[in-house]
């Protein structure tokens, strides 16, 4: 489910944006010379302590990101539920329980037709399982379960922390190549405009690097999603893991081209999928898990 690596990517792109902007505002360059020029060894140590302090930010907030984007309904098994929600806080707590975790998951459900579920949050101890309102009614009990399985699997490998380091590499070389490409641009202006157009240039190319950069994200996306497959399909069992994703097959095979409910999920790869693609080919993933 592609929701939590865009929340992740998007919360990131703003949080590095935002401290590019401040320190631009500021004036911190640390990374220059007194005569203008860049010192690179400084400005790689600059980028590694802005790139990784934005994925760490974006890691920290993943969790209120997630409930405030999505509008999730938190579920409390200390109040009153319905059946429908009381069953899916068991069965999360459940899987939970298999995969070893200590400290249980936040439940929550959101408003949505469309069928989705992702699990987020800055540690195992501090992670959400959201599911879709569309999920539980389009989806049988045991796709539910193997749904379910799947996210958990996620929390359980530690995803997200992985992300977070591995975004944390990229934004150090975002931010580096952006002042770069924004100090070689302001040289062909003049002296007075030479600060403004660095002040633009800089956000200007640290965006569109992030989206480059994103390529590699989506890339280790892509590869996680096997592994968690098969982590989904311990905990479940590996005939509800194909069941499920022989299930999101046929709803996304139902869906109009032109839906936006698919077009976020973007679980209906198709072979020579886009490199911006989160998600392997849905028969690629049913392929290897029974051959596992």
Known sequence: MAKRIFLFLLSNILVITTIGIVLSILNVSPYQTVNGNLDLVNLLIFSAVVGFTGSFVSLAISRWMAKMMMKVKV????KSLSAIEKDLVERVHRLS???GLTKMPQVGIYQSSEVNAFAT??????SLVAVSTGLLQEMDDDAIEGVLAHEVAHIANGDMVTMTLLQGIVNTFVVFFARIAAWVVSRFVREDLAPIVHFVAVIIFQIVFSILGSLVVFAFSRYREFHADRGGADLAGK???IHALRSLKQYSQRVRDDDTALSTMKINSKKGMSLFSTHPDL???ISRLEAK
Do not use: N, T, V
């Open 75 to 78: 579920l409390d098994p200390s």
């Open 97 to 99: 329980r298999a995969a």
């Open 121 to 126: 949050g800055p540690s195992k101890r501090r």
């Open 239 to 241: 005939d509800k893991m």
């Open 283 to 285: 028969d690629d993933r």
